[in-house]
């Protein structure tokens, strides 16, 4: 049955089968999943694991970890690369890097995963919600402007939030589904205020922000090869440092912060067991040298839903920002203001024809444990939280 319909008012509804059936298409005729995001392995990722097991070298030492962060520094451009065990361990270890204290806050987009948040207050600070930009679905930076403007006080160098008293020490932009938040003003403002810049390019492995690398535009970034990310190590994630003494230190917190001696146990800091494994970064070696092809791929399959979508009441691809080049990690469908009330019924009616979809995070401020932070006007956040639907975004197994 036919239940959609042909005029075009503003309250249009959404036309959920043809909907249905122009994902379904696609995904057929790229080979994409109807998942959300699974990983692919067709290149030589048995053959390192092999090595590493055939070599013994499966755990906190061997020779891929050296590699991945090889790659992933000449990849990035960042100065260097400092592989842990997951993403918001590296997140962690990047606000300590960055002088973040118990008492202070951190300012984060209120749109963000919750490892973002959670980093913060693993450091005994409180996370500051942000608002975000339509056109990139991150951080607003001239919203922040204004915002810094009426509440911090700027004294000694440092930042102080006016009605709290506590002082504001970094600000961690996260670049959404790989599209790159507008940088220019970000560093501008953070450079006004003396904040320090840890960038969240979990979600941005291969996305670009006129033409310089993600996670590279503050003193650091972090990354994350979980298992649903453009590029897995099983779980896995970086920091991309371009100091190297602040790499040979973020090392050296991630590895116990044991002195190297031939046998001598003796950790001069409180450190953390927050190293890769070998064998992931075996994984994640064999992952990057596919990434380019990966990133044609995943580019392929966002012009497909743009083009299906361009013409359709309600709804639009979300598409790579100006002057960016987005890794499109995770395609999302917007959907108008007028249509919002029917996410749920497009969701339904996905997920019921055995296409996968999801809405955006709840937004941080929405969540028990952070309710009562801190923060500004959240508007387009909140918007953007009614209108965002994630459509599989998979590797297409077909091409190379
Ligand atoms: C995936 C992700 C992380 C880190 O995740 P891990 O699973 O710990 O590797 C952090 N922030 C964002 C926005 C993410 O999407």
């Not at 260097?80 to 590296?90: E, F």
């Not at 942000?130 to 204004?146: F, H, I, N, Q, Y």
């Not at 492995?205 to 503050?218: A, C, E, I, N, V």
């Not at 044609?296 to 743009?306: G, Q, V």
């Amino acid at each position: 049955m036919n239940t959609s319909r042909t005029d075009t008012t503003s309250e249009e509804p959404i036309l959920l089968e043809q909907t249905v059936s122009t994902i379904r298409g696609i995904l057929e005729e790229l080979h994409v999943p109807a998942t959300l995001h699974e990983p692919l392995f067709e290149g030589n990722e048995w053959k390192y694991l092999k090595d590493c097991i055939d070599s013994g070298w499966v755990s906190s030492v061997g020779s891929y970890v050296d590699r991945i962060e090889q790659m992933l520094a000449a990849y990035t451009g960042a100065g260097r690369a400092v592989a842990v065990v997951n993403g918001t361990a590296a997140l962690f270890i990047g606000l300590k890097l960055a002088g973040v204290e118990p008492g202070d806050e951190v300012l984060i987009p209120a749109l963000t995963f919750v490892a973002t948040a959670n980093a913060v207050t693993y450091c005994g600070a409180t996370p500051h919600f942000v608002d975000s930009e339509d056109a990139t679905l991150g951080m607003d930076p001239v919203k922040l402007g204004r915002y810094l403007n009426e509440i911090a006080d700027s004294d000694n160098g440092e930042t102080r939030n006016r009605l709290t008293g506590a002082r504001i020490r970094a600000v961690i932009p996260m670049h959404t589904f790989g599209h790159p938040v507008d940088m220019d003003p970000l560093v501008e403002l953070c450079s006004r205020w003396g904040l320090t810049i840890v960038e969240d390019a979990a979600e941005s492995l291969g996305s670009f922000y006129k033409g310089r690398h993600t996670g590279t535009f503050g003193r650091i970034g972090i990354l994350s090869f979980n298992g649903n990310k453009t590029v897995t190590t099983g779980g896995g994630g970086a920091l991309l440092l371009n100091d190297e003494a602040e790499a040979r230190y973020a090392k050296h917190l991630t590895t116990t912060a044991r002195r190297p001696h031939k046998w001598e146990f003796f950790h001069d800091m409180l450190g953390y067991n927050f190293r890769m494994p070998n064998l992931n970064a075996a994984l994640g070696c064999a992952q990057l040298e596919r990434l380019p092809s990966f990133l044609e791929r995943k580019r392929r399959l966002a012009e497909r839903y743009a083009e299906a979508f361009k013409d359709s009441p309600g709804v639009r691809l979300m598409k790579e920002p100006p002057g960016s080049h987005s890794n499109y990690w995770l395609n999302a469908l917007i959907l108008n203001e007028a249509v919002a009330p029917q996410r749920d019924a497009l969701l339904e009616a996905t997920n019921a024809g055995g296409i996968m979809t999801r809405p955006v995070w709840t937004l941080m401020h929405r969540l028990p444990m952070y309710e009562s932070c801190p923060r500004m006007d959240l508007s387009v956040a909140e918007s953007l939280e009614r209108r965002i639907v994630n459509i599989p975004s998979s590797v297409s197994r077909s091409g190379s």
